[in-house]
């Protein structure tokens, strides 16, 4: 298979990481005789400091031509003071948009043995395996007005809640579908007991869901949810949502494995390529020290491979490589207990890249 890759490493510890998620294609490409080609772009703080934007066009004209987009992370203290409209997380968001991704899933599973990690009881932790797929191109942080006014007693401010039916459904459509491929129940998260927009949201969700007999729905306010991801969060398994509810609930639930290190994600829904990321940030604090964990990233080289690219053999195999690394004993800095050793970014890879060589194909 032949596919094309636009790559964007970003700031901070991005270009580390996303060296390290090109070594991993690499191994995957050669052991399993695909060709994949890599073209670069830039966004965020570099794209400030080299072009004077944070999403040149050229970056999305490269997006729009490939197969998948991976991105690193993007900000930094550098950039922290700037207008909001020039902050380079104004290039993210512009880059989702552009791509239409509408939806952002992120998987959080519980590797056994990172369980110690996680600041909750190990018997609350081991077992989770839960997908929140949130909505990303809507709601608070799209819709307009979006601003301050000065009214005739004072200062006021306006954020707007909106959303089209049609967006609901195809988010929703999302869920089921992959739901279908898990464990078959989704947990359809709102605020229908207050607001207008989650009482649709409710609507849609029963009417999506009646054309997945086979998958079980439940709705669940977003309060109790944030409270139940942490007093039982082996009952999820899809969990969908609005885009400030997801945002929120998604962090959330990431520390229940531990480590922001660990976790990849997948933005998907438009008719172009998806952008594959890992959800932390561009950890300033380390960057350009190799002290990075690339596995958020690599794993979600494997997220690009199984639902843009459909190989799922190479998923499960980049997949069952970290597992199998991190039995071993491999930690790098953000997941190693006290008196453990830890690797550095570009031993972690060559781990996971030595295990991926090794791994018995079908
Ligand atoms: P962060 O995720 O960058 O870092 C939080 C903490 O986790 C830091 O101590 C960091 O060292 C650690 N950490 C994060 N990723 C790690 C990894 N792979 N390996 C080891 N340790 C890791 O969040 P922050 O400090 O709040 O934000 C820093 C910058 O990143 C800000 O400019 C923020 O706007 C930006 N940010 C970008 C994204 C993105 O690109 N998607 C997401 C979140 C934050």
Redesign the pocket.
């Known amino acids: 298979m032949k596919k094309k890759i636009t790559v964007i490493p970003?700031d901070?510890?991005g270009p580390e990481?996303i060296k390290s998620a090109i070594k991993v294609l690499e191994a995957v490409a050669s052991k399993f005789n695909h060709e994949f080609t890599f073209q670069y772009a830039k966004l965020g703080g570099v794209a400030i400091d080299e072009e004077g934007t944070p999403l040149p066009q050229s970056t999305i004209d490269l997006c729009k031509n490939s197969d998948g987009v991976l991105l690193g992370?993007?900000?930094?203290p550098k950039w922290?003071t700037l207008p909001g409209h020039m902050r380079?997380?104004k290039g993210?968001l512009g880059i989702r948009k552009a791509l239409n991704l509408y939806a952002n899933l992120r998987p959080v599973t519980a590797h056994n043995s990172l369980l110690d990690a996680s600041t909750l009881k190990k018997e609350v932790v081991a077992g989770v395996d839960l997908m929140i797929v949130r909505e990303l191109t809507g709601g608070l942080y799209f819709g307009q007005p979006q601003e301050r006014r000065q009214e005739p007693d004072g200062e006021a401010v306006v954020d707007t809640l909106y959303y089209k039916k049609s967006e609901i459904e195809r988010i929703m459509k999302q869920a089921f579908e992959l739901a279908r491929l898990r464990r078959k129940k989704v947990t359809s998260v709102d605020k229908a007991n207050v607001l207008e927009s989650s009482r649709l949201w409710r609507e849609v969700a029963e009417a999506v869901g009646s054309e997945y007999p086979d998958v079980q729905l439940e709705h669940m306010l977003v309060d109790n949810a944030a409270m139940q991801l942490i007093r039982n969060p082996k009952q999820f398994d899809v969990v969908v949502t609005e885009n400030m509810f997801g945002d929120i609930l998604s962090d959330e639930a990431s520390m229940l494995t531990g480590s922001?290190?660990m976790l990849p994600s997948a933005s998907i829904g438009g008719e172009g390529p998806g952008l594959y990321?890992?959800i932390?940030?561009?950890?300033?604090?380390?960057a350009g020290k190799n002290?990075?964990?690339p596995l958020?990233t690599i794993l979600s080289v494997a997220m690009m491979l199984r639902y843009s690219f459909q190989l799922s053999e190479e998923a499960d195999t980049i997949e069952t490589a970290v597992t199998k690394v991190l039995e071993a004993g491999y930690r790098?800095?953000?997941i190693a207990l006290n008196g453990e050793q830890v690797l550095k970014t570009e031993e972690m890879t060559e781990k996971v890249i030595d295990n991926i060589q090794l791994a018995v194909t079908n």
């Open positions: 970003g901070g510890i990481v992370a993007v900000g930094g922290d380079p997380e993210l922001l290190g990321e890992p932390h940030g561009s950890a300033p604090d380390i002290l990075a964990n958020a790098t800095g953000d």
